[in-house]
């Protein structure tokens, strides 16, 4: 644990922060209490809570060219602010030849060796934790240490992920802006989301189209109905294991059978959501709902509970099933929306990605951004081409990955012979679908 001491000014005069380091995993698993009192009071996305950060780091974090490097500010003794961080290093014949500053959450890559290829890293949102009324003391703080000669050791600070409604993009950005501070910052991602209204029926179902009205109250009535769905809520742990791995294995069938790997070919995916989802369920923070029809199981519904806010993340339906035509699994959503609605919920995110079914919902949309601060301030040509070489193999082989892990696939749907061919035509339609859009 390292402290660095930084003056502020601020209307009430100068101020000391204090900045302590956390790099061990023993002091990381003991601030829970304060990680989640702060989370609360910043009200920050469910993929920044205490659970979420330590879950990640236990099943995606951990390995030999990673090590913890979480900020503490603290103004005397009071936590102002967590920057949840973590080293990443390139590492040759046992020689560190690049590190590298990222947020806690972004990548799941199983090494680092090759660069920071993999950013997806299964958390929605990621951002800095600051209490409110602290943000333009902490952007001053955090400028002004990060200029200090330790980081100039580091390539450069990537933060994947991050919202329109962020910390980092309404007053880190600015700040660093103000201080003419090099950065670089591009689009990555939509995001919708549904704010809750004062009312399910007379607000919410006013506001979509006549036609995405009919088939949410369709969908509802089938519940219950002759020829519909019955909905079921889970009581206790063993019902929640059955139902996990049924929405598990339903949610990869449909994406393997779209020539997609599914989130659960990685098998770190299952053990992580796994356990996050049974201390999830223990603590009262999770909704999972599931539906059964005549034919049986026919769709699940998960979502994370957090800050007043459903961050529904999972989900898994049968194409198949007798009630298929009442679409069960946008049933299993209308209720949660309902639900929110009636509980005074702020809003229903649907997360990362333009699927079509979400924009009945809403036309609301936020985006995620990448921001890449370089810290290395050498002006060397040679490390800057060492810098871009290592990018662009990092990319390369990221390519060549996910077209062995598409391959890997059609052979799970096909075998080994029709492999081939089935892979190009999917690959060349998935292409086609790209460009259209």
């Not at 990640?56 to 990673?66: A, D, I, P, V, Y």
């Not at 046992?94 to 990222?102: D, H």
């Not at 062995?404 to 052979?411: A, E, G, S, Y």
Request: charged content about 30%; glycine content about 6%; proline content about 3%.
């Amino acid at each position: 644990m390292v402290n660095t001491m930084t003056d502020v000014v601020t209307k009430e005069g100068l101020k000391q922060f204090k900045i302590v380091k956390i790099q061990s995993e023993e002091l990381f698993a003991g601030m829970a209490e304060e990680w989640e009192t702060l989370h609360s009071l910043a009200g920050t996305p469910v993929f920044l809570s205490f659970d979420w950060m330590q879950c990640w780091w236990k099943h995606f974090g951990r390995h030999e060219n990673r090590r913890l490097h979480i900020l503490l500010v603290k103004e005397d003794e009071e936590l102002v602010a967590i920057i949840p961080l973590y080293e990443g290093r390139s590492v040759i014949f046992g020689k560190t030849i690049q590190r590298r500053l990222n947020l806690m959450g972004d990548g799941t890559a199983v090494n680092e060796s090759l660069g920071h290829r993999d950013t997806y890293g299964r958390s929605d949102f990621l951002d800095f934790i600051v209490k409110p009324g602290f943000e333009d003391q902490v952007c001053s703080t955090l400028i002004d240490y990060f200029s200090q000669a330790e980081y100039t050791n580091f390539d450069h600070f990537r933060a994947t992920h991050i919202n329109d409604r962020s910390f980092i993009m309404n007053h880190l950005i600015p700040a660093m802006k103000k201080a003419e501070k090099k950065f670089m910052v591009e689009e990555i991602d939509i995001c919708p989301s549904i704010a809750m209204t004062d009312d399910f029926e007379e607000t919410f179902l006013y506001d979509v189209s006549s036609n995405t009205r009919r088939r949410l109250r369709q969908s509802l009535k089938a519940i219950g109905a002759e020829e519909g769905y019955e909905v079921h809520e889970i009581n206790d742990e063993k019902e929640l294991l059955r139902e996990y791995e049924k929405m598990r294995d339903l949610h990869q069938e449909r994406w393997n059978s779209l020539g997609y790997p599914g989130s659960f070919l990685d098998q770190r995916f299952d053990h992580f959501l796994k356990e996050y989802v049974f201390e999830s369920f223990r603590k009262g923070n999770l909704s999972f709902r599931y539906a059964t029809d005549s034919g049986g199981y026919c769709a699940s519904r998960m979502a994370m509970i957090d800050n007043d806010r459903y961050y529904d993340y999972m989900s898994g339906f049968d194409v198949h099933s007798p009630s298929a035509k009442y679409r069960p699994g946008i049933g299993l959503l209308t209720l949660m929306i309902k639900e929110g609605h009636e509980e005074g919920f702020k809003s229903v995110e649907l997360l990362r990605g333009d699927e079509g079914y979400k924009f009945d919902f809403t036309s609301e949309v936020f985006k995620n951004w990448q921001l890449i601060i370089p810290m290395n301030n050498s002006s060397k040509w040679s490390q800057n081409l060492f810098n871009k070489g290592l990018e662009s193999i990092s990319l390369l082989f990221g390519l060549i990955k996910k077209e062995i892990t598409l391959l890997k696939v059609q052979k799970i749907n096909h075998g080994l012979l029709p492999m081939i061919p089935n892979y190009l035509r999917t690959r060349i339609a998935q292409v086609k679908k790209s460009i259209k859009k």
